[in-house]
């Protein structure tokens, strides 16, 4: 049906950077919200960033100066670009994507989750 795939997770220093990526693939008439998750062992998963279609975004702010998300409509795929990172940011983030599906259905799908790991 939908899947959505991810990429660009790793090990990274403090005060590093890195770029995720999330595709969406399958029957896809359009997608609304996109957003990146994270969570931590023995932690609940909690919202990193969201974007609209429209392209307003919102931020959880430990994170807020630090990470930006964006969106390639044309592509189906939702970056994270994430700067001065911190140990505290170490976790599985995973991708969300609200997708359109012929007249006007609409679902929630999740990516596979991606580790980073942030530590020197």
């Known amino acids: 049906q939908v899947q959505l795939v991810e990429s660009g997770g790793g090990l990274v220093q403090p005060g590093g950077s890195l770029r995720l990526s999330c595709a969406a693939s399958g029957s896809i008439t359009s997608i609304n919200d996109m957003g990146w998750y994270r969570q931590a062992p023995g932690k609940e998963r909690e919202l990193v960033a969201r974007?609209?279609?429209?392209?307003?975004?919102n931020y959880a702010d430990s994170v807020k100066g630090r990470f930006t998300i964006s969106r390639d409509n044309a592509k189906n795929t939702v970056y994270l670009q994430m700067n001065s990172l911190k140990p505290e940011d170490t976790a599985v983030y995973y991708c969300?994507?609200?997708?359109?599906?012929?007249?006007?259905?609409?679902?929630?799908?999740w990516g596979q989750g991606t580790q980073v790991t942030v530590s020197s």
């Open positions: 969300k994507m609200v997708v359109v599906v012929g007249l006007g259905y609409q679902a929630q799908f």
């Open positions: 974007i609209t279609k429209g392209g307003s975004t």
